[in-house]
């Protein structure tokens, strides 16, 4: 990594995470050249397939600080 990007990367994560976040969304869809229909489709597939399941009873949702938790515990391993 060049110097000036190493010193925007440094000013970059002194930013709160909503901002963080926010940057690293832009930064990666501005890496999304080729709009891939195959992807969408199986994504809405994937989509489709879990809403069964949760509508079905075979899976159960966490509520999304569990989830956060459970997250933090792993990546603190």
Known sequence: MTGPAQ???QRALSLPDNERAELAGNLIASLEVA??????????Q????????????????????????????LLDQ
């Open 7 to 9: 010193e925007l990367l």
């Open 35 to 44: 709009h891939d229909l195959d992807i969408d489709t199986a994504w809405q």
């Open 46 to 73: 994937e989509v489709a397939r879990r809403f069964k399941e949760v509508q079905s009873g075979e899976v159960k949702t966490v509520s999304w600080e569990s989830a956060i938790k459970k997250g933090q515990t």
